[in-house]
């Protein structure tokens, strides 16, 4: 066995880590209505010390171009929890991808030190349908406006993944996810996986 993997790992696991949780976690397709979506994320931090996080995030729509998420989450950040605004004014059509963008606000804890955290960004998407499923690839310019305890800074981020469909699993969604940091923020690999569920109110 190469030792550099486990050896990476055991570094990454035990390293120290601050605001590396934060991901865009979806494309620009919005829930249909009449469901909501449920999913769980792993992730792990490649920059700054690593550390490895987990969340999970509850999705439902509010009409055809927009959605709403809540998140939760922990791991070598203490505790994080959140909410997003998804807005899509521009649909995937024909050749055209689809152009939207989010906007989060979370809160989380580091030891005995709050911050909170103002997350703005584009993402665009394209759906492509295949045999062997539905890929819809996407690219997002996240910025983090971070505040808490002196510690002010705005980070920049350049994230690229894809979300994948099964055509014998309609109802969930897999995705995987690469961010890179671009200014005062961090790099981070991740994969997430999510199951739509009726809406029977």
Do not use: C
């Amino acid at each position: 066995m190469n030792w550099k993997f486990p050896l990476l790992f055991t570094l990454t696991m035990a390293a120290s880590q601050a605001w590396g949780f934060m991901t865009t976690q979806e494309s620009n397709d919005i829930t249909p209505k009449g469901q909501f979506k449920l999913g769980f994320e792993p992730q792990m931090r490649l920059s700054d010390g690593g550390g490895a996080n987990f969340s999970g995030f509850f999705d439902l729509p509010v009409n055809e171009e927009m959605s709403a998420r809540a998140n939760l989450g922990s791991g070598e950040t203490d505790f994080h929890a959140g909410g997003s605004f998804k807005w899509v004014p521009i649909p995937d059509y024909g050749n055209q991808p689809s152009l939207g963008g989010k906007v989060s606000l979370i809160h989380w804890r580091e030891s005995s030190d709050s911050f909170m955290t103002l997350r703005l960004e584009p993402i665009v998407s394209k759906k492509f349908e295949s045999q062997n499923g539905t890929f819809i690839p996407y690219g997002a310019l996240p910025v983090m406006f971070n505040s808490g305890n002196d510690n002010n800074k705005t980070g920049i981020q350049v994230v690229a993944g894809s979300e994948y469909r099964h055509p014998h699993a309609d109802n969930m969604t897999f995705g995987a996810e690469l961010g890179l940091t671009a200014k005062d923020s961090f790099s981070y690999i991740s994969g997430y996986v999510t199951i739509y569920l009726e809406d029977n109110r």
